[in-house]
């Protein structure tokens, strides 16, 4: 069964970092495609990044140029590097995967919380 866990939410001030991490189990990394999204009180969930198998990632329009996403194939993982946040960046955020490289996503983790402050 496959699982998706999130990690490295917390606070922080405008202007700061963080790095979220979604480690998956049951599945090995081979064909993919994983993304962030996230969801802010009173909003609808919105996409964040998406990375696929060949390396292509997309992002919304609102953190280019301030957020990466990147995997390690090695470990499951898939990274979000958060830089400049912005309080408008506080969410939960969810990471999600499928693994035949469509984007469909088909496995979501629980989320995480994002908050920052100004």
């Known amino acids: 069964q496959v699982q998706l866990v999130e990690s490295g939410g917390g606070s922080v001030q405008a202007g700061g970092s963080l790095k979220l991490s979604c480690a998956a189990s049951g599945i090995r990394f081979s064909v993919y495609c994983m993304g962030w999204f996230r969801q802010a009180p009173g909003k609808e969930r919105e996409g964040v990044a998406t990375?696929?198998?060949?390396?292509?990632?997309k992002y919304t329009d609102s953190v280019k140029g301030r957020f990466a996403i990147s995997t390690d194939n090695a470990n499951n993982t898939m990274y979000l590097q958060m830089n400049s946040l912005k309080p408008e960046d506080t969410a939960m955020y969810f990471c999600?995967?499928?693994?035949?490289?469509?984007?469909?996503?088909?496995?979501w983790g629980q989320g995480i919380q994002v908050s920052v402050s100004s």
């Open positions: 990375i696929d198998s060949d390396g292509n990632t």
């Open positions: 999600a995967a499928e693994f035949l490289g469509t984007c469909a996503f088909t496995y």
